[in-house]
């Protein structure tokens, strides 16, 4: 049963990160993009921070499942790191993609401003979940 837990999890890990990277030139598009050809980018935008959503729910649960079935406690470094970034992560995911979204359909929005806040959103969430994937898979001992 762990075998297959730590397999969903890392399924869930590819799901929540792979498509950020995939929304990289998807955005670089939207610069130039109107009309329908800029909503299209914008629902494509939408459904890929709805897959990582989903995604992370599937690998938070499958983490807690792993902490209680594994040998790590839940006071070990890598996994107090995860958790705390993770949290972090949360609160930013909730707030730096839909608002901006919401408003590429606005009057008086100005879409290079929002491209560059989301390009900036997307790279600060990139990193704060590549840095919680360094923490689960090299699991640094930062006190004892």
């Known amino acids: ?5 730590l397999y969903a999890h890392i399924l869930s890990a590819v799901l929540s990160i792979g498509p950020f990277f995939v929304l990289l030139p998807l955005v670089r598009r939207m610069e130039t993009a109107f009309g329908p050809v800029l909503d299209s980018l914008v629902t ?61 359909g606005q009057e008086d929005a100005v879409q290079l401003v929002l491209v560059k806040r989301l390009k900036r959103s997307l790279w600060i969430y990139i990193f704060l979940l590549l840095l919680m994937l360094w923490f689960m898979v090299d699991k640094p001992m930062f006190w004892q």
Do not use: N
């Open 44 to 104: 494509t935008f939408k459904s890929a921070a709805r897959l990582v959503k989903h995604a992370g729910h599937v690998l938070v649960a499958t983490g807690i499942l792993l902490i209680w079935q594994g040998p790590w406690g839940w006071g070990t470094p890598w996994i107090v790191c995860t958790l705390v970034v993770m949290v972090a992560s949360i609160f930013f995911l909730a707030r730096a993609f839909t608002p901006t979204l919401r408003q590429f």
């Open 1 to 5: 049963m762990y075998t297959i837990t």
